[in-house]
């Protein structure tokens, strides 16, 4: 019989083919390539889609369970392995989502990467793939409901990032300042995800992170000079579609961080302990709180929305790897 592992592992490689194939399409305008892109796009959500749920079915054979309960008390989403699965599955169904809505295939060439560079890190950083028994902490009818609606925001945020890069990509007016911010966020990013799998030779990684922000820069500015930024929307439609991002990704974050709320005070008494991960779940959305707030009470308009949507996903990251690996606190069991 099929494993999950095996349904993920081919849905990455879909997706590989699919950023391929969106990268040929921009570059060339062949319609042959923005089929297949798209194609192989929603091939790698079915698959991975029939991964979770063979792997549903695998957690309820570890942790003994038969009923038909066991799907959503023994979620697929309750470890590293698991959960940047979902991660990965989320962004590129959303993507697809608002491909579809605005007919325009440019960024998948910036989003399905991020996808797929989440996805790729459970084998780069030596996450277990193997299905584990639950601990106790995590047997609850809350966590299919709390880790998909907070996924699911995590993943906008990550659709919107990608967005904004290319966002500063299409501006005429990008300043040495702007490619500055582009870098340091890009660097950081990449950090906490290396570092905080290892933990040590922070100058080593800090230097790897430097060398892959500045290559992605470099990606930016051959996007920008070549003319390939003429296949984007207007600036004023890249906004738009940013912002529709983060306002889905705000109200399931919202949701997920409630519900969480209401799971802790079953598990542990109280709704809220100020544990790393959820202050840094709080800052992340003050973050984005912050960002709709300037948009519709203030009328902010321009560079910096794509600010806070650089940073915003800046801080997701930092949830979710640094302070699941770092700081210990009550979530430090989900790796």
Not at 47 to 69: C, H, P, Y
Not at 195 to 209: K, T, V
Not at 256 to 268: R, S
């Amino acid at each position: 019989m099929i494993t999950s592992v095996e349904l993920f592992n081919g849905g990455m490689v879909a997706y590989f083919l699919a950023f391929l194939f969106y990268t040929i399409y921009t570059f060339s305008k062949s319609s042959w390539a923005s089929k297949l892109a798209t194609t192989f796009a929603w091939l790698g959500v079915i698959v991975q889609g029939a991964g979770f749920i063979v792997r549903g079915l695998e957690k309820a054979k570890v942790n003994m369970v038969s009923d038909w309960t066991a799907f959503y008390k023994y979620a697929p989403f309750t470890n590293m392995y698991e959960s940047l699965m979902l991660f990965g599955w989320t962004a590129v169904l959303i993507y697809l989502l608002f491909e579809w809505k605005y007919r325009n295939k440019a960024f998948g060439m910036f989003v399905i990467p991020l996808a797929l560079i989440g996805e790729l890190s459970t084998q780069i950083l030596g996450f277990s793939s193997e299905a584990q028994p639950l601990v106790p902490a995590l047997q609850s009818n809350w966590l299919l409901f709390h880790v998909v609606t907070t996924f699911i925001g995590y993943a906008a945020a990550a659709v919107s990032a990608g967005i904004a890069y290319a966002y500063f990509a299409k501006r005429d007016d990008t300043t040495v300042k702007d490619w500055a911010v582009i870098f340091v966020t890009t660097w950081f990013i990449f950090f906490f995800i290396i570092y905080s799998a290892y933990r040590e030779n922070f100058i080593l990684y800090l230097g790897i992170s430097a060398v892959v922000a500045l290559l992605f820069c470099g990606f930016l500015y051959l996007v920008k000079k070549t003319g390939i930024v003429n296949l984007f929307p207007s600036v004023e439609a890249m906004e738009q579609i940013m912002y529709q991002s983060v306002a889905v990704g705000f109200v399931f974050l919202t949701i997920g961080i409630i519900l969480g709320a209401v799971w802790a005070k079953y598990a542990w008494g109280g709704y809220w302990s100020w544990d790393p991960k959820e202050t840094w779940s709080l800052i992340t959305w003050l973050v984005y709180a912050a960002y709709l707030h300037a948009r519709y009470i203030k009328g902010l308009r321009g560079k910096p929305l794509a600010y806070f949507t650089i940073i915003g996903f800046l801080s997701v990251i930092f949830t979710y790897y640094g302070v699941n690996l770092i700081i210990p606190g009550l979530h430090s069991y989900a790796q």
